[in-house]
């Protein structure tokens, strides 16, 4: 991978992080500013303490928002942003191992 496509590949990241953390505080009405959410930070327990009910309203926002269905079998993917970023866009996934 060259400079310039690892670049385009943490643009495309950041972006889809962001458009993320506005979803999660704008489905949820959380009283925080989607800045404040970090990338990696837990999303239940410690994290955002967002509970089920939280979970079943993102599923929808998710499949909205980037056409992508999540099953019972993905509850792994709502640990982070991160992770949810990896898994609504393989393509970033892809790009951080080919590096």
Do not use: N
């Not at 999540?70 to 970033?92: I, K, N, Q, T, W």
Request: hydrophobic share 45%; net charge negative; aromatic share 6%.
């Amino acid at each position: 991978m060259t400079i310039d496509e690892l670049r385009a590949a943490a643009a495309a990241r950041r972006e889809t992080c962001a458009r993320i953390k506005r979803m999660i505080v704008s489905r949820l009405d959380l009283p925080i500013e989607p800045e404040w959410i970090t990338d990696d930070q837990p999303l239940f327990g410690r994290g955002l303490e967002l509970d089920s009910l939280d979970v079943l309203e993102l599923y929808v926002a998710i499949e909205a928002e980037f056409g992508v269905a999540l099953y019972d079998s993905d509850m792994s993917v709502f640990g982070s942003v991160s992770r949810l970023a990896g898994h609504v866009d393989p393509a970033l996934t892809l790009a951080e191992t080919s590096a």
